[in-house]
């Protein structure tokens, strides 16, 4: 049977549907229509009514009848919504709140869908092991709109793409007119151009080349492209910024709080550039403490609904990769005028509070003000003098020290949850290779720091309230809407897995009502401490912890105890922080700003950009780890066991807090088992146990820089 025959097939099939749309066409049935006689034409209709039900043209009945899809004209009781992520085997799973368990979607029902799509899915009877499946009949909304991969060339004219692990799961072909300067080998961002059928290759067209695959800028380019974060400024973005008038002007000044007399500092780390916040302090006569917070006034200079002001708010954040910072805003704002940077007059927006020497908040003003930086202090500098080095500005930073200590005291008091998570800290050559790896070291002058912008934050907040309670209606949420940084209940799962993994270990951490107190996690975490445990036990409660968003709608923040609570001390590299000063400035001088219904809208796009920060940050630390452990293959190193699987358990190097897996098919010395209820690999025969905070030595035997992976073998620990 020709082709042609087989498409006439299709049309009288599709026409006799689309007049009957309610009709179910049994197989006997479209036999007789379309007068099939033959072996093969009947093996030609299998293959249309299949071609038809893979391109969500049909659905399929039971007995073998074919019915019309009902492509959108009305729901279907057997379908769901929800975000798609594909795993490395090309496995679908659609994260959705119909379920409590993500629904799988085998490969071959996958459809056109590609990673972190928004899709509707057609559900099944449960699958193996008893879980929900489905196919996927609709791409609703694209996730992603560039991806990243290797240009390869297969042939004379044919050019496919391969994308990187994490972008996506089929290759993709391109045309040869639309190469343009790639070369084969060349890492690329490229875009969705079309995808029209699962049988075929999804189209790409380059848009960018990142570099040869596994240079240095390649490998971290393809982090930012994969994380749908674009490095450079549009053009019109940077002749907006190089354009802006930024002198300070006298009637500018006059019309501020002047405190250019007044002693103030900043302190950040030795390779800042830009410099969001300043410090003033003294003690009152009262004995109280006058904490000046000065903030740089960004808003002052970024009018709303300008192309600087959308550029900011659709990046939302500054991104910080260990070998290079993606800025929120143009170099000329975030390095230059905005940036607090010392001798030089600056426009700021101040919180200035009055604290007890309990650490109380007594009175507050918050306000624009000019100021002249009399300092820059990198934070082991400040260190220094808060340990007795001599300085000029002694005075000021013991007494901000003196301070911090009591509002660090009085915040884990009331509830704050005190984690301690060390971070890695490369020494890269040129190239960006790392030499060398350690734990950056956590000083008191990065706390003083903290509780001074925590403080802050926190006075903002309260405001809120303040003014709310004046115009007597403060639960109306449309009246002075604000955008708060809230932080819910962390997970009980996941809080009920940590108290079944340190129990076999003696820890009691018992959970046994729906919620928990900051004060059992304290408690669990103090046990911990200077323990092999530590690392691993802090990293299962980050993960217990729901995530921190930005909403108009406040319920607090858990982790740290507080009931108000608002980013205010970061314009510069924060879009929220921008967002808050223009609130600020609004109902200071009475007029209205933005709605609860945009700031929930822009809560969540700025929640959902800083995620995509932290993922692609986390994949940078990840890649130069791979990086180091690759020149260090043979080698032994310290471990604890972070975590324990049927497949194998999961080591956390020490001095490198770089977690790297040992296969159950490579513990050779016995047969073991994993006894989920202790949460541990047990040998059969010799009883040889590996649970969680397990000190072992281990040697790298294979590194995977693409999939950014560690797989470690044990070295004879001794038992």
């Given at each position: 049977?020709?082709?042609?025959?087989k498409?006439?097939?299709?049309?009288?099939?599709?026409?006799?549907?689309?007049?009957?749309?309610?009709?179910?066409?049994?197989?006997?049935?479209?036999?007789?229509?379309?007068q099939?006689?033959?072996?093969?034409?009947?093996?030609?209709?299998?293959?249309?009514?299949?071609?038809?039900?893979?391109?969500?043209?049909?659905?399929?009945?039971?007995?073998?009848?074919?019915?019309?899809?009902?492509?959108?004209?009305?729901?279907?009781?057997?379908?769901?919504?929800?975000?798609?992520?594909i795993?490395?085997?090309?496995?679908?799973?659609?994260?959705?709140?119909?379920?409590?368990?993500?629904?799988?979607?085998?490969?071959?029902?996958?459809?056109?869908?590609?990673?972190?799509?928004?899709?509707?899915?057609?559900?099944?009877?449960?699958?193996?092991?008893?879980?929900?499946?489905?196919?996927?009949?609709?791409?609703?909304?694209?996730?992603?709109?560039?991806?990243?991969?290797?240009?390869?060339?297969?042939?004379?004219?044919?050019?496919?793409?391969?994308?990187?692990?994490?972008?996506?799961?089929?290759?993709?072909?391109?045309?040869?007119?639309?190469?343009?300067?790639?070369?084969?080998?060349?890492?690329?961002?490229?875009?969705?151009?079309?995808?029209?059928?699962?049988?075929s290759?999804?189209?790409?067209?380059?848009?960018?080349?990142?570099?040869?695959?596994?240079?240095?800028?390649?490998?971290?380019?393809?982090?930012?492209?994969?994380?749908?974060?674009?490095?450079?400024?549009?053009?019109?973005?940077?002749?907006?910024?190089?354009?802006?008038?930024?002198?300070?002007?006298?009637?500018?000044?006059?019309?501020?709080?002047?405190?250019?007399?007044?002693?103030?500092?900043?302190?950040d780390?030795?390779?800042?550039?830009?410099?969001?916040?300043?410090?003033?302090?003294?003690?009152?006569?009262?004995?109280?403490?006058?904490?000046?917070?000065?903030?740089?006034?960004?808003?002052?200079?970024?009018?709303?609904?300008?192309?600087?002001?959308?550029?900011?708010?659709?990046?939302?954040?500054?991104?910080?990769?260990?070998?290079?910072?993606i800025?929120?805003?143009?170099?000329?704002?975030?390095?230059?005028?905005?940036?607090?940077?010392?001798?030089?007059?600056?426009?700021?927006y101040?919180?200035?509070?009055?604290?007890?020497?309990?650490?109380?908040?007594?009175?507050?003003?918050?306000?624009?003000?000019?100021?002249?930086?009399?300092?820059?202090?990198?934070?082991?500098?400040?260190?220094?003098?808060?340990?007795?080095?001599?300085?000029?500005?002694?005075?000021?930073?013991?007494?901000?020290?003196?301070?911090?200590?009591?509002l660090?005291?009085?915040?884990?008091?009331?509830?704050?949850?005190?984690?301690?998570?060390?971070?890695?800290?490369?020494?890269?050559?040129?190239?960006?290779?790392?030499?060398?790896?350690?734990?950056?070291?956590?000083?008191?002058?990065?706390r003083?720091?903290?509780?001074?912008?925590?403080?802050?934050?926190?006075?903002?907040?309260?405001?809120?309230?303040?003014?709310?309670?004046?115009?007597?209606?403060?639960?109306?949420?449309?009246?002075?809407?604000?955008?708060?940084?809230?932080?819910?209940?962390?997970?009980?799962?996941?809080?009920?897995?940590?108290?079944?993994?340190?129990?076999?270990?003696?820890?009691?951490?018992?959970?046994?009502?729906?919620?928990?107190?900051?004060?059992?996690?304290?408690?669990l975490?103090?046990?911990?401490?200077?323990?092999?445990l530590?690392?691993?036990?802090?990293?299962?409660?980050?993960r217990?912890?729901?995530?921190?968003?930005?909403?108009?709608?406040?319920?607090?923040?858990?982790?740290?105890?507080?009931?108000?609570?608002?980013?205010?001390?970061?314009?510069?590299?924060?879009?929220?922080?921008?967002?808050?000063?223009?609130?600020?400035?609004?109902?200071?001088?009475?007029?209205?700003?933005?709605?609860?219904?945009?700031?929930?809208k822009?809560?969540?796009?700025?929640?959902?950009?800083?995620?995509?920060?932290?993922?692609?940050?986390?994949?940078?630390?990840?890649?130069?780890?791979?990086?180091?452990?690759?020149?260090?293959?043979?080698?032994?190193?310290?471990?604890?066991?972070?975590?324990?699987?049927?497949?194998?358990?999961?080591?956390?190097?020490?001095?490198?807090?770089?977690?790297?897996?040992?296969?159950?098919?490579?513990?050779?010395?016995d047969?073991?088992?994993?006894?989920?209820?202790?949460?541990?690999?047990?040998?059969?025969?010799?009883?040889?146990?590996?649970?969680?905070?397990?000190?072992?030595?281990v040697?790298?035997?294979?590194?995977?820089?693409?999939?950014?992976?560690?797989?470690?073998?044990?070295?004879?620990?001794?038992?």
């Amino acid at each position: 049977m020709s082709n042609s025959k087989k498409e006439t097939f299709e049309e009288i099939i599709l026409k006799i549907l689309r007049k009957n749309p309610n009709a179910h066409l049994p197989f006997e049935v479209l036999q007789n229509i379309l007068q099939i006689n033959s072996g093969k034409d009947n093996k030609r209709l299998k293959s249309v009514i299949n071609s038809l039900f893979d391109r969500n043209l049909i659905t399929k009945r039971k007995g073998g009848a074919i019915q019309l899809a009902n492509n959108g004209r009305e729901s279907r009781a057997n379908t769901v919504t929800g975000k798609i992520d594909i795993s490395r085997r090309g496995t679908g799973y659609l994260i959705t709140d119909a379920f409590d368990e993500d629904v799988r979607i085998p490969s071959k029902h996958l459809g056109t869908a590609l990673q972190d799509d928004k899709v509707k899915v057609e559900l099944f009877s449960k699958g193996r092991k008893d879980r929900q499946e489905g196919k996927v009949i609709e791409v609703l909304e694209r996730g992603k709109s560039i991806f990243v991969g290797t240009l390869n060339k297969q042939g004379k004219q044919n050019y496919l793409i391969k994308p990187d692990e994490k972008s996506a799961h089929t290759e993709f072909f391109i045309l040869s007119d639309n190469i343009g300067y790639a070369q084969p080998g060349d890492k690329v961002v490229f875009e969705l151009v079309d995808w029209v059928h699962p049988k075929s290759l999804p189209e790409a067209n380059i848009i960018e080349i990142l570099g040869k695959e596994g240079s240095n800028d390649a490998k971290v380019l393809s982090i930012l492209a994969e994380n749908d974060i674009k490095p450079g400024f549009p053009e019109e973005v940077l002749e907006y910024a190089e354009s802006m008038e930024t002198g300070i002007t006298q009637q500018e000044i006059n019309r501020r709080r002047d405190i250019r007399d007044e002693t103030v500092f900043t302190i950040d780390p030795e390779t800042a550039k830009d410099f969001d916040d300043a410090l003033s302090i003294k003690v009152l006569n009262n004995g109280n403490y006058y904490l000046g917070v000065h903030i740089a006034d960004v808003t002052h200079y970024m009018p709303r609904n300008t192309v600087l002001d959308d550029e900011a708010y659709n990046r939302a954040t500054s991104v910080y990769l260990v070998d290079r910072v993606i800025p929120m805003l143009p170099e000329k704002l975030s390095n230059g005028v905005c940036s607090l940077s010392p001798h030089d007059d600056k426009l700021a927006y101040s919180c200035f509070m009055e604290i007890a020497p309990n650490g109380k908040l007594v009175d507050y003003s918050i306000e624009e003000t000019v100021i002249h930086s009399d300092k820059r202090f990198t934070y082991e500098q400040a260190q220094e003098v808060i340990d007795g080095a001599d300085s000029e500005f002694s005075v000021q930073l013991k007494t901000a020290a003196k301070l911090a200590h009591t509002l660090l005291d009085k915040r884990f008091a009331e509830g704050s949850i005190n984690f301690e998570t060390p971070e890695p800290k490369f020494i890269l050559d040129d190239d960006g290779t790392p030499l060398d790896v350690e734990l950056k070291e956590r000083l008191f002058a990065h706390r003083l720091i903290e509780e001074c912008m925590l403080m802050a934050n926190q006075t903002v907040a309260k405001y809120i309230d303040k003014i709310r309670e004046q115009s007597n209606k403060k639960n109306n949420k449309d009246l002075y809407p604000f955008l708060y940084r809230i932080h819910d209940q962390p997970d009980l799962d996941k809080l009920k897995n940590i108290e079944e993994n340190v129990k076999p270990i003696g820890i009691n951490f018992h959970i046994d009502s729906p919620t928990v107190s900051s004060k059992a996690i304290n408690v669990l975490l103090e046990q911990i401490k200077d323990t092999s445990l530590e690392l691993t036990v802090n990293d299962l409660m980050l993960r217990a912890m729901s995530k921190a968003e930005y909403s108009p709608d406040n319920i607090g923040h858990f982790g740290l105890g507080f009931e108000n609570y608002a980013h205010f001390t970061s314009p510069i590299r924060r879009y929220p922080d921008v967002l808050v000063h223009r609130l600020l400035k609004s109902y200071n001088t009475g007029k209205p700003s933005y709605s609860y219904n945009e700031l929930k809208k822009m809560g969540s796009h700025c929640s959902e950009q800083e995620r995509s920060a932290i993922d692609a940050e986390r994949d940078s630390v990840k890649l130069k780890q791979v990086e180091y452990l690759s020149q260090h293959l043979g080698e032994d190193f310290d471990g604890v066991i972070s975590g324990v699987m049927s497949s194998g358990i999961f080591v956390d190097l020490k001095d490198l807090h770089c977690e790297g897996m040992v296969r159950v098919s490579d513990l050779s010395d016995d047969y073991y088992e994993y006894k989920e209820n202790q949460h541990c690999l047990v040998g059969r025969n010799k009883g040889k146990k590996y649970q969680l905070g397990k000190e072992i030595r281990v040697k790298v035997v294979k590194t995977d820089i693409d999939a950014r992976q560690i797989d470690l073998k044990l070295v004879d620990d001794g038992e």
